[in-house]
Nanobody, 127 residues
Framework: QVQLVESGGGLVPPGGSLRLSCAAS????????VGWFRQAPGKEREFVAA????????HYARSLKGRFTTSRDKAKFTFHLHMNNLEPEDTAVYFC????????????????????WGQGTQVTVSS
């Protein structure tokens, strides 16, 4: 079992930055792939980024690469999503998620590959 608790959402003006955090607990996190997804009103949940807990290998949605980065702090069992140059289109509820094991590259963007989910945190980009 893995438990995930997110923090760091809020209101930010266009062009601003925000860092989301996800605190993870549970014995299986050390072999997991963890990721971020987002869901805007009226839209499906979409992949944002993923990171392999064991070696820090990252993977990003192509449209977001360069503005968003993800990392993990193994000592604190926390992973982060750093979002820069935010746009109104980035407004969504952001979720962290963890797979029961390490995911191959082709599956890291697949929502069905993740077994555990955080509660979500709202990010609103508006002036």
């Amino acid at each position: 079992q893995v438990q995930l608790v997110e923090s760091g959402g809020g209101l930010v003006p266009p062009g601003g930055s925000l860092r989301l955090s996800c605190a993870a607990s549970g014995p299986s996190i050390s072999s997991s792939t963890v990721g971020w997804f987002r869901q805007a009103p009226g839209k499906e949940r979409e992949f944002v980024a993923a990171v392999s807990w064991s070696d820090g290998n990252t993977h990003y949605a192509r449209s977001l690469k360069g503005r968003f980065t993800t990392s993990r702090d193994k000592a604190k069992f926390t992973f982060h999503l750093h979002m820069n140059n935010l746009e109104p289109e980035d407004t969504a509820v952001y979720f962290c998620a963890a797979a029961a094991g390490r995911l191959i590259l082709s599956r890291r963007g697949d929502i069905r590959a993740y077994d555990y989910w955080g509660q979500g945190t709202q990010v609103t980009v508006s002036s």
